[in-house]
């Protein structure tokens, strides 16, 4: 079985027994979707604090149990998701913006794995940190923020301005 297919399986089948287990982060997790680049694999893999880490089976098994309900951060939120992301599904990401109120933007960069450490992907990720920043430090009114935001993630009414000072 591949990783984090036998923890799946023990889950459905016995998780009085499964919780109690703590398994290494390697099989547990797809980590090898975290990055395309192989070194950084090996990395995460062997790493004691990252692949060999021990971690309850009982975390996995009810991590995504809870459903969060709408989230109001008080500052603005830049949410940057990698665009050949193969750990978290675009959706995911959405899904998640979706429920956080307030002045937000959602980008989804042209490559970069869930890890993005391709030179392309962290000169897209810095470009558009720094356009989030000087939007943020610059809006001093709903019509400056608004301006910012992709256009279907742009609020009826823009965002109160003295929540970005």
Partial sequence: MKGGAASLVGYRLMPWLIDRIALPLRLAAPLKAMTADEP??????????????RVASRFFRTMHARKAGEL???????????GADAWTPTAVSRQAFQRVKGPKAFVELTNGSHLPAERSA????????????AGVVGAGGREEWAA??????????????????
């Fill in 122 to 133: 962290i000169d897209e990720l810095q470009r558009e940190v720094q356009r989030f920043l």
């Fill in 40 to 53: 950084m694999r090996k990395y995460f893999a062997t790493d004691p604090l990252l692949g060999r880490m």
């Fill in 72 to 82: 109001d951060l008080g500052c603005p939120l830049l949410l940057v998701h990698p």
């Fill in 148 to 165: 910012l935001m992709p256009a279907q993630d742009r609020p009826a009414e823009g965002p109160d301005p003295s929540r970005l000072a």
